[in-house]
């Protein structure tokens, strides 16, 4: 009896593991996406379509800062 109650909390132990990992795993590969997203956006934002070239600044855009 004793034996087999060890085996489950083994178990128990290995599986509550394995989620942790698991969802440490899912928040991280969610973490570097939603970077990504943002990253992108502020990207498409300031630059044109090739991504380096900076946007001119007209002058109502000056004034407003």
Do not use: Q
Request: charged residues 25%.
């Amino acid at each position: 009896m004793i034996k087999i109650l060890r085996k489950i909390k083994f178990v128990g132990a290995l599986v509550n593991t394995l989620l942790i990992k698991a969802l440490l795993v899912v928040v991280y590969v969610f973490g570097v996406g939603v970077v990504a997203i943002i990253a992108r956006l502020v990207g498409k934002k300031f630059f044109d379509s090739d991504g380096w070239e900076p946007l001119r600044i007209t002058s109502h855009e000056r004034d407003m800062f």
